[in-house]
């Protein structure tokens, strides 16, 4: 029952746009803290952003100010606009749940099957 499933991913030009979405399911994302997370070819994954579930925002140093998340409880769906895109953005991106409210490092148990951004001219 319970899933994360993210979509929005594809290819754009560098300085474009995605919108990235992360449904879940079996649980409410209300309660739990969400993050993205993204793994480039020959590279580990890293944190890319997360929020918590009261809302509250956090950054890797090389999106800040591109990239924007946020949730909407309604919908059990928590977004990720990426914007001025860059080929450095090309990646593999997961959405995972957090085993809490905040957003404590290494501590998320679910994570989706992720979707594919790529960046090129």
């Known amino acids: 029952q319970l899933q994360l499933v993210e979509s929005g991913g594809g290819l754009v030009q560098p300085g474009g746009s995605l919108r990235l979405s992360c449904a879940a399911s079996g649980f409410s994302s209300r309660v739990h803290a969400i993050g993205w997370f993204r793994q480039a070819p020959g590279k580990t994954r890293e944190g890319v952003s997360c929020?918590?579930?009261?809302?509250?925002?956090v950054y890797e140093d090389s999106v800040k100010g591109r990239f924007t998340i946020s949730r909407d409880n309604a919908k059990n769906t928590v977004y990720l606009q990426m914007n001025s895109l860059k080929p450095s953005d090309t990646a593999v991106y997961y959405c995972a749940r957090g085993r809490y409210s905040l957003c404590y490092e290494r501590e998320y148990d679910y994570w989706g099957q992720g979707t594919q951004v790529t960046v090129s001219s």
């Open positions: 929020i918590t579930s009261g809302g509250i925002t």
